[in-house]
């Protein structure tokens, strides 16, 4: 089964497509894998999700059978909540059960039929708390920042603008953004998530490079030869740091700094997320798919992995 056929929900004779493309479309949240286009006729989604995506609509729909909930992952994430005749309809998006530095974590809906994500779906990943790997990453920091400087290569929206947060309360560090850090931080303050950094192309900057500094880059900037580039033109070491959940079990030797850390839900979370919405359906999509559907089918649940 595909995931197309089970993102399409239909309501009163209209038709919900979940983060995917359609005359009415749900967007869960604004990493770019769950906006299919700039440009949407209807959409439902938070005010934060649209901002942050950039998305070009008609009209925003409300509707009563219609209810959003928090989705934790990222600033505006959401789930969505259909009522339907002879039940509800529930679908996560990426969640995170647990509360982030810049959001509040994921509430868990009772569902008929339940559509979930599996991103770390396989029992090899567990997250350790979030404080914890804030103060761990704060010793990492500070054992090399004495030396020569610290880059972060990070996904620019969403992961990001945690790790300010982490950086400012936990290591009292202002860091050095790329512009596309600073504009998506820019509309994170917007919305009321108060975030101190320095846009690397401001005259602010050309003073903090005059010192050993910390520095956030887009993920997919990120090059391996970026260390020497770096090393010969501010004559001092470079370190690189990573934030993902895939480090919890393929931590890259490329990175000085390599961490679980993840705003996602964990194998756990998810397992708990149905448990306690207790559908009589669940579809299971991402990554481990399979993996997840399985144990929750020996757990006594009709589970359907779709790709």
Known sequence: MQFKDVARVDVDGRT??????????YISHAHSDHVSGKKKNEVIASDATLHLAGVQF???LVHERVKLHPAGHMLGATQIEVQRDGGNFVYTGDFSLNDGFTYKGARIIEADELLIESTYGSPDYHFPKKEELAEILKKEIQSRLSF?????????????????????????????????????????????????????????AVEAFRE?????????????????RLTQHYHKPCYFGS?????????SEVFDIALPFSDHAD?????????????????????????????????????????
């Open 148 to 204: 020569g400087n610290v880059v972060f290569a990070v996904y620019a929206t969403g992961k990001s603008q945690e790790l300010i947060r982490m950086l400012n309360e936990y290591c009292n560090i202002t860091p050095v953004v790329s512009p596309e850090v600073a504009r998506v931080s820019e509309i994170y303050v917007k919305h009321g998530q108060p975030l101190s950094y320095i846009n690397s192309h401001s005259d602010e």
């Open 212 to 228: 050993n500094f910390v520095g956030i880059i887009p993920k997919s900037q990120f090059r391996p030869e970026l260390r020497m």
């Open 243 to 251: 934030l993902s959940g895939w480090n919890a079990k393929f931590p």
């Open 267 to 307: 194998f756990n979370d998810l397992v708990e997320y149905v448990d306690h919405s207790d559908p009589k359906k669940v579809y299971v999509f991402g990554a481990f798919a399979e993996t997840l559907s399985n144990v929750l089918k020996l757990r006594g649940y009709q589970s359907i992995a779709v790709k």
């Open 16 to 25: 919900i497509c979940l983060d995917c493309s359609g005359e009415l479309s």
């Open 58 to 60: 008609n009209s925003k």
